[in-house]
């Protein structure tokens, strides 16, 4: 994204920021897509403040207790016979790296299959299994992690330049090709985001997961729903892997699950997978209290009773509000996404990515608008993110996509 700014935020109220001139700025992407509840979700706020005053940090030797608690919640929603967790990291890089490990030690192979243009984390290693080359360049470690990359479901821009409604899935298709000519021969698992977050709100298409499940079947490769993004209700429901019916062996978490922007990250996975010993996967900050609270009271929001269908309620709203904008400037390709996970591809004369208009309207939002937006940075850098926290209002809904609407009447 691009340097937006030299105001000094001071406070942050729902999902207002606001700086020391006393000037509120909307923010339409929550954080970095991470305050699933906004600045300062009182709940939330009052829970940590509780917990702070009592006891901040033990050595994780006797957290399980605490840790327990919120992996019990989260298995509550999770699918597929999903029935245990490990909660010894504070990032969504480093939590993909223990699932990766486990996919290793548990089937003994070693390659990991990943989409072009995924976004799995800032680790060498996770830079090694995420799709795109540029953040691997002159960081030669990150080469080094058994990553088969493979074309992602990005219609849009078919890679096979198919239409949608007669491809065959060809996508699909070239994974089982990469695995039999392009990885050692020994695969662990596929990593996949249920929607390519970084790399543009990428949709797959129906019918995408059942077949990438099957594969992994055929292929004795685990699954791992990378849900860093898109769980903890982004998308209308606790994972969306609900939502698509993926099926995963396992899922990670990060971003939301710390509801106010607080640091955690868990692996959800079925108990067969559990094989890690704790010397072999954990950080000293893991599972600390205060990000284990945060998670903990987050996840007593999201779980009351209607909430997540007010996100499911509001992201129709939301849908309806881009599709408009859309049908009104060409330079809208296409507007995708579900709940509160939306991207805009913004295109040229001949729906050629059109990267500097992305940052005009990112920028011009910003200081025209006071409306803060992100771009994608992966692919072609021309797509306009909006995810605002869960708990945003249908009128705020309504304001983001306004002040949008009169920045793209000043770009288009
Ligand atoms: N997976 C996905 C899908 C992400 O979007 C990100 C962060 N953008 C990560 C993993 C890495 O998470 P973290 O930044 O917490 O390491």
Redesign the pocket.
């Known amino acids: 994204m691009q340097t937006l700014t030299n105001n000094r935020f001071t406070v942050g109220k729902g999902i207002k920021l606001i700086d020391d001139a006393g000037v509120e700025y909307l923010d339409g992407v929550s954080g970095?897509?991470n305050l699933s509840l906004g600045y300062n979700h009182p709940h939330v706020v009052h829970k940590i403040q509780e917990q702070v005053g009592n006891l901040t940090h033990m050595s994780s030797s006797f957290t399980e207790p605490y840790v327990n608690e919120v992996l019990d919640h989260l298995i509550e929603y999770a699918p597929n016979d999903i029935d245990a967790g490990w909660m010894r990291d504070i990032?969504?890089?480093?939590a993909?790296e223990c699932a990766t490990k486990i996919a290793q030690k548990y089937t003994g192979s070693t390659d990991i299959v990943s989409l072009y243009l995924s976004?799995?984390?800032?680790t060498q290693f996770?830079t090694g299994i995420s799709g795109n080359a540029f953040r691997r360049k002159r960081f030669p470690n990150s080469s080094a992690a058994n990553a088969v990359h493979v074309p992602a479901p990005y219609c849009y821009r078919c890679p096979f330049k198919s239409k949608s409604s007669e491809c065959g899935y060809q996508c699909v298709e070239a994974i089982s090709d990469a695995i039999d000519y392009a990885s050692s021969g020994s695969v662990a698992c596929m990593i996949i985001?249920p929607i390519l977050?970084?790399g543009g709100n990428i949709m797959p298409p129906l019918g995408y997961f059942q077949r990438i499940r099957k594969l992994c079947d055929e292929n004795n490769m685990l699954l791992i729903a990378?849900e860093?993004?898109t769980g903890i209700g982004r998308t209308g429901t606790m994972f969306a892997s609900e939502l698509f019916d993926i099926r995963p062996d396992m899922i990670?978490l990060?971003?939301g699950l710390g509801g106010i922007g607080v640091?955690v990250?868990a692996v959800l996975m079925q108990s067969r997978l559990n094989v890690l010993e704790k010397h072999e996967h954990s950080f000293t900050s893991g599972s600390n209290l205060i990000s284990v609270t945060a998670a903990k009271s987050t996840l007593e929001v999201v779980s009351e009773p209607g909430f997540l269908d007010a996100v499911k309620r509001k992201g129709i709203l939301l849908e309806s509000l881009l599709q408009e904008l859309a049908q009104k400037y060409p330079i809208i390709g296409e507007a995708r996404g579900v709940g509160l996970m939306w991207g805009l591809e913004i295109v040229g004369d001949q729906n050629e990515p059109d990267t500097p208009k992305t940052n005009a309207i990112i920028d011009r939002a910003f200081t025209d608008q006071h409306l803060i937006l992100r771009s994608s940075r992966y692919g072609f850098g021309n797509v306009v993110k909006v995810r605002p926290a869960l708990t945003t209002t249908e009128e705020e809904l309504v304001e983001i996509v306004d002040r949008l609407d009169s920045v793209l009447a000043s770009v288009h």
């Open positions: 970095t897509f990032t969504g890089s480093t993909n976004h799995h984390g800032q996770a985001e977050g970084n990378d860093v993004q990670t990060a971003k640091p990250a």
